[in-house]
T-cell receptor, first 120, second 117 residues
Framework: AQKVTQAQTEISVVEKEDVTLDCVYETRDTTYYLFWYKQPPSGELVFLIRRNSFDEQNEISGRYSWNFQKSTSSFNFTITASQVVDSAVYFCALSEASISYGGATNKLIFGTGTLLAVQP | GAVVSQHPSWVICKSGTSVKIECRSLDFQATTMFWYRQFPKQSLMLMATSNEGSKATYEQGVEKDKFLINHASLTLSTLTVTSAHPEDSSFYIC?????????????FGDGTRLSIL
């Protein structure tokens, strides 16, 4: 069964600190995709990154970076020099490529989320 | 970029009312749309997968007669919460993606906050 675990329920940091959000996943698929989404207090989901299972290269985008390690089934997210605007709930998600009548369903399975509070 | 519009943003209504939520892909065609429910301080749980022109596929534990889903066109899916009760109060959010493109991110609507009095 597919599962995404975000063990950190809440994290509080002071502005300019670096913070890493952990994500561990389980899947039997050999092809899968991992995502990170940000959900600010207003509720909308903001897409941050996707990574396919064949690409273990780490990625950096501005203050954001992601560390994908298949050996530990982890896809961790680091924010460098955090800012108050980074305060939000962050979700890690796994997309399975299950096939059913009509084609692949591509369901997204979300972790429980990590609430990040950045204090000024 | 791909835009998904969800309407209404907020709904407050009396118990027993049926509520319809619309999810539209504005600048692309979505053969598949997904409906999620999120209770306060919890994760998003997939309710059903909506395929254009066919019956929706519901996740285990989701009552299909309670949550009616219609996906009549490639740009519109609707979720109707029938005879809503206070326990149905939640944040409902839809997403859309062309089927098969599972390497592409789902595009999410802004969600609908449903409060049943």
């Amino acid at each position: 069964a597919q599962k995404v675990t975000q063990a950190q329920t809440e994290i509080s940091v002071v502005e300019k600190e670096d913070v890493t959000l952990d994500c561990v996943y389980e899947t039997r698929d050999t092809t899968y995709y991992l995502f990170w989404y940000k959900q600010p207090p207003s509720g909308e989901l903001v897409f941050l990154i996707r990574r396919n299972s064949f690409d273990e290269q780490n990625e950096i985008s501005g203050r954001y970076s992601w560390n994908f390690q298949k050996s530990t089934s982890s896809f961790n997210f680091t924010i460098t020099a955090s800012q108050v605007v980074d305060s939000a709930v962050y979700f890690c998600a796994l997309s399975e490529a299950s096939i059913s009548y009509g084609g692949a369903t591509n369901k997204l399975i979300f972790g429980t989320g990590t609430l990040l509070a950045v204090q000024p | 970029g791909a835009v998904v519009s969800q309407h209404p943003s907020w709904v407050i209504c009396k118990s027993g009312t049926s509520v319809k939520i619309e999810c539209r892909s504005l600048d692309f065609q979505a053969t598949t749309m997904f409906w999620y429910r999120q209770f306060p301080k919890q994760s998003l749980m997939l309710m059903a997968t909506s395929n254009e022109g066919s019956k929706a596929t519901y996740e285990q534990g989701v009552e299909k007669d309670k949550f009616l889903i219609n996906h009549a066109s490639l740009t519109l899916s609707t979720l109707t919460v029938t005879s809503a009760h206070p326990e149905d109060s939640s944040f409902y959010i839809c997403s859309a993606r062309v089927v098969g493109q599972f390497d592409q991110p789902q595009h999410f609507g802004d969600g609908t906050r449903l409060s049943i009095l």
